[in-house]
């Protein structure tokens, strides 16, 4: 069966490769800082089921000192110029787009048909995991398609590949982070703390301003925590469940809902969604804040219609008494 | 209360542009040891997470793809062809990819679109060839917030599409949550009231994409005929 740790083997590979290549960059300071970096996570991905949580821990620990204390460089990039690219692309036309687009489309079909494929009776790849499994698939025939039409060298790809995750340095390993800094938080109970916060020092006998702190403490918990996920079991918890629904009569589903998206709405103006909101940042060439400097407007404006909706709907609707 | 300080921990850091991952490092200490956590504790439960999250990272893969394809001049490409489309602008081309990613994600294909796979080699390039072709050339600022807006319109179309598909994350999330508080209630209900919420983001993200184009075209004007 196809896993996600076979998938976690081919990015291993990759990552030792870009070390490998950073470690012989002459044109780059700090080359060893770059090759210990993206060996860490490399070894992250080979070694990180088999070497225990602790040992885990002093790897990323690793990662932390190399990335925040600036040992990351960049070397001077062989990126071929403009007028070649414009020359290749002529040359090349519109068949450049069918590589690109085999990603996509091989995780739209894998998703769609490997979900339940059975080979001899086994299943083909875990079903739970389909969605990688199938990009990761993707990858690998977009880049067989590539390299047999292009006929670059061999170390090409793995050159352009290092060019970008060097553009990106150790923003690249963010949302990881941040993922494990709220399960940290989770240990801690700042969830419990923050329900408290909410409804010691909120009046809480209106339904309407019961409906606009839910939505507001949604959006404002998933700012902090970069995922509406973790803010939802918390203040669904403390004041969705207890006072929208039972105490208000108020409609779950449309509570649940709308209260989700609101959380949506945070997640769209904090760097803590370092995927959605830094990642592209640093691969657009971007100041850090600049995505969600476009997104702010847009999610300032939706939360309050979040809210009108809600205090419309969940309360009309509510047929659950 | 004290577990909170690794929130404000992290905000200070942001507030203040800390490199992200120190940030990150303290408000991890300062939560788990205020939790009366050891730090070996802190330090294996963060390198359990990291590790269980693997999954976030693996979208790189496509990197060397997309790198050997960029090499043989996929934006310029994207780029020409975007500009032989006359009533292309950089707004009325954002808004026809927030609609298509909005739909397909509604739909569950969620995975057509993302940054380093669409964003970065072709909305983006497109985006600005787009600008180009109407305004002429433009400064590194424009170009910037043109690519900013780009990633913007993904992150939305994703966002307030993928709720209304019945078997995404986030429905299955909320309807275990309120399963074990002993609440029913039915995919298709959730999914049925994403849509309005949805319907208003198209509207308020689509209309400010529509702004950007009347900005864009301010400020070419403003370029052209300099200030006395």
């Known amino acids: 069966m196809i896993t996600l740790e076979t998938v976690y083997v081919v990015a291993g590979i990759m990552f030792a490769a870009f070390a490998v290549l950073s470690a012989k960059d002459r044109t780059n300071a700090r080359r060893f800082g770059n090759a210990a970096f993206w060996g860490l996570l490399a070894a992250s991905f080979l070694f990180g089921s088999h070497i225990g949580d602790l040992a885990n821990g002093v790897l990323v620990s690793g990662l932390i000192l190399i990335g925040g204390c600036g040992f990351l460089g960049r070397g001077q990039s062989a990126e071929i110029d403009f007028a070649q690219r414009s020359a290749s692309a002529a040359r090349h036309g519109n068949r450049l787009f069918v590589p690109a687009l085999i990603i996509p489309a091989t995780a739209l079909l894998g998703t769609l048909l490997l979900k339940n494929a059975t080979v001899a009776g086994a299943a083909l790849v875990d079903p739970k995991q389909v969605t990688v499994i199938s990009l990761a698939l993707g990858v690998v025939i977009a880049l067989a398609v590539a390299v047999l039409w292009l006929r670059p060298r061999a170390v090409v790809p793995l050159q352009e590949g290092r060019r970008l995750i060097d553009a990106i340095g150790w923003a690249a390993v963010l949302p990881q982070m941040l993922a494990s800094l709220g399960a940290i938080f989770a240990l801690a109970g700042v969830g419990r703390a923050v329900g408290t916060l909410a409804t010691q020092y909120i009046p809480l006998d209106q339904p309407l301003v019961v409906v606009a702190v839910y939505c507001v403490g949604m959006a404002a918990f998933t700012a902090v925590m970069g995922n509406a996920f973790a803010a939802f079991p918390v203040m669904t918890a403390a004041v969705g469940l207890p006072l929208i629904v039972q105490k208000f009569g108020g409609n779950p589903a449309i509570m649940a809902s709308i209260g989700m998206l609101s959380g949506f709405c945070g997640t769209l103006v904090t760097p803590m969604a370092a995927n959605f909101n830094i990642v592209p940042a640093a691969l657009l060439d971007l100041d850090r804040n600049a995505v969600i400097r476009a997104q702010l407007p847009t999610a300032t404006l939706l939360l309050p219609v979040n809210i009108i909706l809600m205090s419309l709907l969940v309360f009309t609707f509510g047929a659950h008494r | ?228």
């Open chain 2, 1 to 228: 209360m004290w577990p909170l300080l690794g929130v404000a921990f992290i905000a200070l850091g942001f507030a203040l542009r800390l490199n992200p991952l120190l940030a990150i490092a303290g408000a991890a200490l300062a939560s788990g040891l205020a939790a009366h956590l050891t730090p070996v504790e802190i330090l294996s439960a963060f390198g359990k997470a990291f590790n269980e999250n693997r999954y976030v990272s693996v979208v790189f893969l496509v990197l060397p793809v997309i790198g050997l394809l960029e090499r043989a001049g996929l934006q310029e490409r994207a780029r020409t062809l975007i500009g032989r489309v006359r009533a292309a602008t950089a707004g009325r081309l954002l808004l026809t990819y927030l609609l298509a990613r909005q739909v397909s994600a509604s739909l569950g294909l969620t995975a057509l679109g993302g940054h380093p796979q669409m964003v970065r080699p072709l909305i983006a390039p497109m985006a600005e060839a787009a600008a180009e072709r109407s305004l002429g050339q433009m400064d590194e600022k424009t170009r910037g917030h043109i690519r900013a807006h780009s990633a913007a319109a993904d992150n939305i179309g994703l966002f307030f599409g993928e709720d209304i598909f019945i078997a995404i994350g986030s429905i299955l999330l909320i309807r275990a949550f309120l399963a074990n508080s002993g609440v029913a209630v039915q995919p298709l209900e959730l999914s049925l009231w994403a849509i309005p919420t949805a319907i208003a983001a198209f509207l308020i993200h689509g209309a400010r994409l529509l702004l950007l184009d009347r900005r864009l075209a301010r400020g070419a004007r403003n370029r052209a005929e300099p200030a006395p």
